[in-house]
Every structure is written in C-alpha cells, then in structure tokens.
C-alpha cells in the first residue's frame, strides 16, 4: 500500500459555501459545510490511529 500513499497534504478552499478538496493527484471532491467538518473529524480520528499504528514487519519479536 505505501505506493498509493500521498505525502502531500490536500489543499481546501471554500467556493460558493461549499468546501472543495483538490488533490493530490486526481483527488477532488465537493461538501457542505457540515459534511466537510464530519470528514475532517474523522480524517482527525483515522490520523490518530495510524501513527499509533506499528507494523508488524518492524515490530520487535518477544
């Protein structure tokens, strides 16, 4: 999976009361205002939890 990882973060902007996600790459994607701060909340959550995350491959052996 880490070739499909982006290292950029998306830029936002607001346009006609909707927020706009573009990028990166292909990535793009209008929302309400209230759906856009539901995503950033869980965007927030997932972010979280993967750099908790340890991978196995590097884990240390008991």
Not at 8 to 14: G, I, K, S, Y
């Amino acid at each position: 999976m880490d070739d499909d990882l982006y290292t950029h973060p998306m830029e936002v902007r607001v346009l006609d009361g909707a927020v706009v996600v573009v990028g990166p790459a292909a990535m793009c994607g209008a929302f309400t205002a209230d759906a856009a701060e539901q995503s950033a909340l869980a965007l927030l959550d997932a972010a979280m939890k993967a750099r908790e995350w340890i991978n196995p491959a590097l884990a240390p052996k008991d």
